[in-house]
């Protein structure tokens, strides 16, 4: 489920991606293609990635992860200082959609 909503999250910025979890040696490992049009574009270092990707990609992880953690509240401090105008308001709008569909707990979202 973690995959399919990661993918979901970096589909919506034209990309694509999963998620390895590698349980025996405790490793969990991303898998990001750039563009979901070019496989040439398909990365496993997240640090190959360009500041604004690296941070799209780390939100679309923490989206996908926190479906499936019972905490009452999240709190997410300036999530989209690296991102540009367009990915900042998907960003935005998918954070807004995860709080709405989780009525039942409370988020904060800093911003600068």
Do not use: W
Request: with cysteine; proline share 3%.
């Amino acid at each position: 489920m973690t995959n399919v909503t990661f993918d979901e999250k970096l589909n919506q910025k034209g990309s694509s991606g999963f998620v390895e979890f590698d349980h025996e040696n405790g490793d969990l490992n991303l898998i990001v293609q750039k563009d979901c049009n070019n496989e040439q574009t398909q990365t496993k270092d997240v640090k190959a990635l360009s500041g604004g990707e690296r941070s799209y990609t780390t939100l679309a992880l923490l989206i996908a992860l926190g479906e499936h953690l019972e905490t009452p509240f999240r709190v997410m401090d300036e999530f989209d200082v690296f991102l540009d105008p367009i990915s900042r308001k998907l960003a935005l709008e998918a954070m807004i959609q995860m709080a709405k569909s989780m009525s039942h707990r409370q988020f904060i979202f800093i911003t600068p």
